[in-house]
């Protein structure tokens, strides 16, 4: 793990660069777990549209995905890509807070680890998924690792090493307050980080603001 470079660190550089961010596109909790199962190896632009087409169906919801066909699923949310797994995979994790909780509102007020694990045994729903609902649908403190944060702090790092999904959020949680507006804005800063400088194959570290505190970076 990285040496200096504690998370405490590293957020101030990232923060006194791109602001406070706080991300997650979705106005309700149905949004943002809709959302989430979208976005798997999409664009946001194409959850967009497909979030755009079950609100003008109506259907922007745990509830209505519960009830609806399949078939009728797959084509307001052909946008996103992989369709037909998506929408499978929606109706069966919407169906199953229906019938098993009643509501969203109840299926996400479980204790933390619970509801990870509910989630973690969906059909499709690894564990940044699991930890994004948790974290910005439930407003759980569950520290979300995306590709952009492994790529960076591997990087940051410097010692050849890979790091695994959950070594990596054990790292973070350990190390910070257990604070969901700081662990939303974290995930943001490094999601901000991979798009606009630590890019996979140039990065631009000239310009990134953690140039100093980054093996990689400094090399
Ligand atoms: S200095 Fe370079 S390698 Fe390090 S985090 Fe910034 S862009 Fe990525």
């Known amino acids: 793990m990285p040496g200096s470079a504690g998370p405490d660190l590293i957020y101030r550089l990232l923060r006194k660069r791109f602001g406070f961010l706080n991300w997650w596109p979705g106005e309700t909790r149905d949004e943002i777990l809709i959302g989430a199962i979208l976005t798997q190896q999409t664009s946001w632009r194409n ?7 079950l609100r003008d169906a109506n259907a922007l919801s745990v509830k209505a995905i519960s ?27 919407c169906s199953h807070i229906i019938s098993e909780y009643g509501s969203l509102g109840r299926f996400l007020s479980m204790d933390m680890d619970r509801l990870r ?4 045994a969906m059909d499709g729903i690894g ?10 649908a439930a407003g759980k403190p569950s520290f979300v690792i ?10 940051i790092s410097g010692n050849g090493k890979r790091f695994g999904y959950g070594d990596l959020q ?18 943001a800063q490094f999601v901000e980080l991979g798009k606009r400088y630590c890019l996979k194959t140039k990065p ?3 310009e ?10 400094k090399g």
């Open 47 to 53: 959850v967009e549209k497909a979030i755009s087409s």
């Open 67 to 93: 009830s609806m066909r399949v078939g009728v699923l797959e084509k307001l949310i052909r946008s996103s890509g992989f369709y037909r797994q998506k929408a499978r995979r929606l109706k069966k994790l």
């Open 117 to 120: 694990s509910e989630l973690l």
């Open 127 to 136: 564990q940044e998924t699991a930890d994004a609902i948790a974290l910005y």
């Open 146 to 155: 995306d590709a952009y944060t492994i790529r960076a702090m591997e990087r």
């Open 170 to 187: 054990k790292y973070f949680m350990e190390r910070l307050p257990l604070d969901v507006e700081l662990y939303k804005d974290m995930h």
């Open 204 to 206: 631009l570290c000239n």
């Open 208 to 217: 990134c603001p953690l140039a100093g505190i980054c093996a990689y970076g």
